[in-house]
């Protein structure tokens, strides 16, 4: 084994990711604190070649340095959209034919190995705040909530690495189902 060379990592140019296929799925991201956290989502959604992010409420917006230093440029190349409320988010959303899903641990939640993301042509995941998750008023709006499973004596995960579990979930689900 041997680790392989950036060229042989065969990146897109910010061009070629602006003009590639995404995946159905865009983040809505509900009054984040932290901008580290911004930029790590940034940073997924680039990976994951997702549609786009919407950031809402008081969650940092690019360009700030805090926010690239953990996007590393990932905010070039990933669309974001603001939004005042991330209930307005959710109603641009769902009437651009979006199904949308807040990751949240509410009652008859859908666990996330049982989500079938093929189920739907359009995914909106929201992400809650650091402290109070969710707000109810979106969750209302929802079509479904998931749930990370969660077996020890925490029941909660930084929203960076919720986004890059429950992403990632979708995204390979999605590509298994495709081949």
Same mark, same amino acid.
């Given at each position: 084994?041997?680790?392989?060379?950036?060229?042989?990592?065969?990146?897109?140019?910010?061009?070629?990711?602006?003009?590639?296929?995404?995946?159905?799925?865009?983040?809505?991201?509900?009054?984040?604190?932290?901008?580290?956290?911004?930029?790590?989502?940034?940073?997924?959604?680039?990976?994951?070649?997702?549609?786009?992010?919407?950031?809402?409420?008081?969650?940092?917006?690019?360009?700030?340095?805090?926010?690239?230093?953990?996007?590393?440029?990932?905010?070039?190349?990933?669309?974001?959209?603001?939004?005042?409320?991330?209930?307005?988010?959710?109603?641009?959303?769902?009437?651009?034919?979006?199904? #949308?899903?807040?990751? $949240?641990? @509410? !009652? %008859?939640? *859908?666990?996330?190995?049982?989500?079938?993301?093929?189920?739907?042509?359009?995914?909106?995941?929201?992400?809650?705040?650091?402290?109070?998750?969710?707000?109810?008023?979106?969750?209302?709006?929802?079509?479904?909530?998931?749930?990370?499973?969660?077996?020890?004596?925490?029941?909660?995960?930084?929203?960076?690495?919720?986004?890059? #579990?429950?992403?990632? $979930?979708? @995204? !390979? %689900?999605? *590509?298994?189902?495709?081949?």
């Amino acid at each position: 084994m041997r680790k392989l060379s950036m060229d042989e990592l065969n990146r897109k140019s910010v061009h070629e990711f602006k003009e590639a296929e995404k995946m159905p799925v865009v983040v809505v991201l509900d009054n984040i604190r932290s901008m580290h956290n911004v930029g790590s989502v940034f940073r997924t959604a680039d990976a994951f070649l997702l549609r786009g992010i919407y950031l809402c409420g008081y969650t940092p917006q690019p360009p700030h340095r805090d926010i690239h230093k953990t996007a590393l440029g990932a905010t070039e190349t990933v669309e974001w959209k603001y939004a005042e409320t991330t209930v307005e988010a959710v109603q641009r959303l769902k009437a651009d034919g979006y199904k #949308i899903y807040a990751v $949240e641990q @509410v !009652r %008859n939640s *859908i666990p996330l190995h049982q989500f079938d993301m093929n189920q739907n042509s359009a995914v909106a995941v929201v992400f809650g705040n650091e402290v109070s998750g969710v707000e109810e008023e979106v969750i209302k709006l929802c079509d479904g909530c998931i749930e990370i499973p969660q077996l020890g004596m925490k029941h909660s995960l930084n929203i960076s690495v919720a986004a890059g #579990i429950v992403l990632w $979930e979708l @995204v !390979r %689900n999605k *590509i298994s189902n495709n081949e």
